[in-house]
């Protein structure tokens, strides 16, 4: 069984470091995933408006250039009279020149809207009455650029040699293809670059996650040393803020876990001292007994009186640690039920009086109101008696306890005070520790088994309550203890 339980372990400390390597390696890769996601989009964003502007100037400029030189030839058509004589052959040639030089077409619409010259042959002799055509005679040039179709029209007027009026109309179809061809270019390059990009963009991300995760992976590599050597080593890493508050969480964590393992250890230690001391002086006594052949009757019962007495002390520290251990537990219930606190405290003096006649300490109770308040009776009354007792078992000859009772709209207040010796100032941030003694000696004699204030914190903290202590050597001491007047599970 054993054996298993260990492969177990092992098997599961694998399992947990593998899922800690897939957590890492899914931070790495979301990281990556951004960087990449970062990088080229913005990276092809940019490419496309660059492309897409250098082809609109690539257009405008081709626009231009055609422009200009469709002027020219429209100024030769205007000075040869060509709408009136279209037999020029410089003219001719002039224009099918211009059409091959743009792959388009030319066309001469004269002022009757007829066609007298068409580089293609096809419409000369027909009228053409367009938009483009009807805005020339008004004395009004165009320009239009079909990208689905890859033409630009151009409609220019012609005018008169005296420049007067519009004697006709020039149109020029002009392609687009070795423009096109230059953008598809473009394109391609512009592709070739975009995977280049990408792949410069890929490889600086892959390696920049890894750098942004290597913090992490100390800090994992950290972690698995600790499970390794539990409460041994603190981990240290600055290389973020985010990395250096995880280690700062968890060493402050550690911290607390070796104080507790420490308290656990001395608190393991007093067990065994506290419940092996009663169980020694019985060993000696009955030593002693057993020793003496001859030993008087008195002595018999003196020895079995002292037996009786340790017996008893072993069943108060057992009963003790028990109360301790039932209160430690998360599953504890309280059966809470709605008590008059009035009536509890004068229960719990009047019980304790005979323990107080004993050294004429005087018990007084001091009510400000009634208060009903919603608490686990056996439990509450225990924490008073533990506080009320140790008033009078550490208090001199002829003192005082004094125990006030008072509340407010959200909590009741109970105050245990006394004029007795008081708690020095370096032992009061101990006295709630299990075990804890101020003076050894005389809480011996006074019969504690330096649980007693242990359980009492744990019973006010069970009821979400607060208790606070304020003393001064060879003045006195005061508890204050706050409970809610609705218990909230």
Known sequence: MYIRNGALAIFSKGKKREN?????????????????????????VVNRIVLAAAASNEIQSRITRI???????????????????????????????????????????????????????IDTGKYNISESVLQCFSGQASVNYYRESGY????????????????????????????????????????????????????ASAALSSWM?????????ALTRATENPLEEDIEDSGYAETRAISEAYNKTLKRLRQLDDSRQQFVSNVSHELKTPITSIRVLADSLMSQEDAPVELYREFMADISEEIDRESQIIEDLLTLVRLDKSSTELNVTQIN???????????????????????????????????DKTKFTLAISNLVENAIKYNDQDGWVKVSLNADHKFFYVKVADNGIGIPEEAQEHVFERFYRVDKARSREAGGTGLGLAITRSIVYSHHGAIKLYSRENEGTTFTVRIPLIYIA
């Not at 030189?69 to 099918?96: C, T």
């Not at 230059?182 to 995977?195: A, C, F, P």
């Open 213 to 221: 995760v290597r913090p992490f992976k100390r800090i994992a590599a």
């Open 341 to 375: 606190i009035n009536e509890l405290l004068e229960g719990t003096l009047k019980r304790l009086r005979p323990i107080a006649r004993q050294k004429n300490v005087e018990l007084i109770l001091e009510s400000f109101r009634p208060v009903l308040a919603e608490v």
């Open 20 to 44: 800690k390597t897939r957590r890492f390696k899914s931070l790495r890769l979301i990281w990556f995933l951004l960087l990449v996601f970062i990088g080229c989009i913005p990276v092809m």
């Open 152 to 203: 630009i029209d151009f409609a220019q007027p012609i005018y008169s040699s005296d420049s007067q009026e519009v004697v006709g109309v020039m149109l020029l179809s002009a392609s687009t293809a070795s423009s096109r061809a230059l953008e598809e270019t473009m394109e391609d390059r512009m592709r070739l670059l975009e995977i280049i990009e990408f792949v410069i963009i890929v490889i």
């Open 67 to 121: 422009q200009n030189q469709w002027l020219i030839v429209a100024n030769q058509v205007s000075k040869s009279g060509y709408v009136d004589n279209p037999q020029n052959e410089a003219i001719d040639a002039e224009l099918v020149q211009m059409a091959n030089l743009q792959d388009g077409r030319v066309i001469v619409v004269n002022r009757s809207f007829r066609t007298i010259r068409d580089t293609y042959e």
